[in-house]
């Protein structure tokens, strides 16, 4: 939603698409959708991009220069549970996105990677030079097929393309099923907080509006094939063809035990730790290396976690009719 915000904010015309489907609330989607259509230059799609023909449609009826894919089945667990419908929302939706692009001739399709990619990886900072070959989930695996899907039409079509892997996205509007959002519901319900690994775990915690400029930055800045580029030593996130990759994080991981404590303080209400073994597909710590953003498009995540938490604190009261 803050990414349309900002593209309608500098006077561009905004063409949302989603499906709508109830992996959680369609009631918040439906709530973030009346805000945007305040808008003039804002109008909505409902469709499942998976659908070729359907795909096909909307981008022959708005013909876009450029096409920013957010759209996505998250989430690690639900990639175990429903591993078919990851793939379709994640792969086929794509590949539709991408095909329809090439036919436009879209000028710049950015697209959202994970942090995810990175799987089995302890080497940290996690850099865009590292390899990810090692994925812990469905969910990160298809992931890397977008990856791989996108450099394959910058490749062969001179599609511009670049990719983000965000790292722990948190803010006003946010996912339900994001830890910040679950932990916050939980103290305000007096539920028990499920902690996993007894909570020797790191998160990057990355806040939206910082993401949302690093999509416009990017955005603004079509990926272009790299001079230097060597296919003896070949890059991982640069390549010959129109295509980037960058990380999109805070660069400052909080252990979860710390961050449940900041959220204590910032509701003024005691969290019930709910202390768990490590789940399936789960990583110790995430941290983003964001040296090549910052050289490429001067831009770095800065908002401090205490700051973005109190604003969606602030949000979540009220959206939800919490009292002070």
């Known amino acids: 939603m803050q990414v349309s915000e ?13 499906a709508l489907t109830p992996y959680y609330d369609p009631a918040l989607k439906r709530a973030r959708l009346d805000y945007l259509k305040q ?19 909307i981008f022959e009826a708005t013909r876009p220069d450029r096409v920013i894919h957010l759209a996505a089945q998250p989430g ?11 793939i379709r929302a ?3 939706a794509f590949v539709s996105v991408l095909e329809n692009a090439r036919r436009n001739v879209v000028k710049h399709l950015v697209f959202a990677s994970s942090s995810s990619v990175y799987g089995a990886n302890r080497s940290l900072p996690y850099s865009t030079h590292q390899p990810v070959d090692h994925p812990v ?20 079509h001179g599609l511009p ?11 006003p509007w946010g996912r339900p099923d994001m830890a910040v959002y679950i932990f916050t519901r939980a103290i305000f319900e007096n539920r028990p907080i499920k902690i996993f690994n007894n909570g020797n775990m790191r998160r990057d915690f990355t806040y939206v509006d910082d993401v949302a400029e690093g999509v416009l930055r990017t955005l603004d800045r079509p990926a272009a094939p790299d001079p230097a580029w060597n296919p003896e030593r070949p890059e991982a996130a640069t390549s010959s063809a129109p295509y980037r990759i960058y990380n999109i994080g805070n660069s400052q991981p909080v252990s979860l035990l710390d961050f449940v404590s900041l959220l204590e303080k910032i ?6 730790r709910d202390l768990r073994p490590m789940q399936p597909g789960d990583v110790l710590e995430t941290s983003a290396d964001i040296s090549a953003l910052q050289r490429d498009v001067g831009f770095s995540p800065s908002t401090p ?20």
């Open 90 to 92: 994640n792969c086929d």
């Open 267 to 272: 509701t003024g209400r005691p969290a019930i």
């Open 76 to 86: 690690v667990r639900a990639s175990i549970d429903d591993p078919i419908t990851c």
């Open 39 to 57: 808008h003039s230059g804002f109008s909505f799609y409902e469709a499942d991009l998976a659908d070729a023909n359907i795909t096909r449609d």
């Open 6 to 18: 900002r593209l309608l904010a500098r006077g561009e015309q905004v063409v949302g698409v989603d």
């Open 305 to 324: 976690l205490v700051e973005g938490l109190d604003r969606f604190v602030a949000w979540y009261r009220g959206y939800h009719g919490e009292q002070p």
């Open 161 to 171: 393309v670049t990719g983000l892997r965000f790292f722990t996205v948190y803010g």
């Open 137 to 156: 989930s469905l969910y990160a695996a298809s992931k890397k097929a977008s990856e791989l899907m996108a450099h394959s039409y910058a490749h062969v």
